[in-house]
Structures are given as C-alpha cells and as structure tokens.
C-alpha cells in the first residue's frame, strides 16, 4: 500500500477514528503504527496499537466486541485515518455502543446513552 | 466545565473529532487546549490550536467556513472529544467537504469526493 503519503508521528503512530457505517456513529479514537495498518487490511478485522500495552490490539478479540473492516480513508494532511466499520455489540468496554457516551450539558458531562451490555456480566458468574 | 475528567496530553492538548450532525460525515480530525474548548463553548464557534502555528485556530475564521458547535462529547478515557457541528461550506482547504476524501482502493489512495469549491479561486483574481 502507498504508505510513504501517510505521516505517522514520532512514535510510529497515527489516530485512526472508528466510524460505525450503519448508525453512522462515532465509535472511538485508537492508534494504528504500519502493522496495525497492515493487520487491519490485510485481515478485515480492525486492529490497533495499543498505547497502555505496547502491542497489537485485534479489537473484540477477548471480548468478540470486532470492528469488520467497510473502508479506509486518509485525511487531507495524511496525518489521520477514518476507519469505516461494522460494529459487532459495542465499541466500548463500559459498555456503551459509542465510547462517546457522555455530553456536555450545562457544565458537566452527563451520561445520554443506555448501556448495551453489562460489563460486569462478562467477567461475572 | 468540568476540566478535571479531561485528559490533556503533554502538549496540554487533546484530539477533536469533528462530526457533521446534517451529513452524518466526519469532517476533520484536531487539536484542543483547554483554551479552545473553552473558546469553542463560550462563542458556539469551533476554535482548535494550530499545532503547526502554536495559536489559537478559529475554524473558518478567514475563509468563513465556519463550523458552529451542536454539541460535544467525550469518549470514555477522557482523552478525546467527538465535536457535533454544522459545516459551513466545506471543512477541508483543498476544497473538499470532508478532510477525508481519499480512500484506500487496491494498493492506493484515490480521491472519490467531488470538490464543493475552488481552492485557487478563493486567492485568484
């Protein structure tokens, strides 16, 4: 792939924003180095580098939670990817279908969204 | 506003998603200090920080593609804001409605967005 027009930071890294196709959602920010990228393409399943871990993360892998590669898009600068997805449950691991499950309402940060699943449950009896 | 559940990077700043709520597009990918967002709530103007200028960057502030704030959302770690607004015009200054408008197809990034306005003709005679 034309990775030379992308520009990854000096980390090796770039922001990739996962975008729900069918609600047409937000889903979250992560980061993808080359091989995230390249996992990502060349497996359909939206991979990570994972910043806390220091290592590849196949989103969903634990938790089924998968992100199904629809599309790949590069921004004008080429220093951030929009990430076209088929959301499996949830993105978020509170729970919430969207990571950006709290607004900003009146100087604080509410909670607007319903949870989808229980995560406690996941790791419950 | 609740500035404390909002995590700042080392630069002081934190990655904004800007969404389109008429389009349901994502239009761009930037930063904010705690001076922008600020600025961005007070006015209802979308106001980022110019990471390559180091100073404020009120989106559209001279080619008055504007973008006024509909809402805003942070993602569960604190560490990224999804902007909610409505585009004036287009948000990319090449000229197309959306900074991503290439997208990965066989091995290249091929622009497949028709541009909404002239670049040069904005400086041109």
């Not at 080359?34 to 634990?62: F, P």
């Not at 100087?107 to 607007?112: A, D, F, I, N, Q």
Request: hydrophobic content about 40%; overall charge negative.
């Amino acid at each position: 792939m034309h990775m030379e027009q992308i520009k990854f930071d000096d980390a090796g890294l770039i922001p990739a924003i996962a975008f729900d196709v069918e609600s047409r959602k937000v889903m979250m920010l992560a980061y993808m180095n080359a091989e995230a990228l390249q996992v990502t393409i060349e497996t359909g399943i939206v991979t990570y580098w994972s910043r806390s871990r220091q290592k590849l993360w196949v989103k969903g892998e634990s938790s089924g939670h998968t992100q199904q590669l629809q599309w790949l898009r590069l921004d004008c600068d080429g220093d951030a990817l929009l990430v076209g997805v088929r959301q499996n449950v949830a993105a978020c691991h509170v729970g919430y279908f969207s990571c950006f499950y709290r607004e900003y309402r009146d100087g604080e940060w509410l909670v607007t969204d319903e949870r989808v699943f229980d995560p406690e449950a996941k790791y419950g009896g």
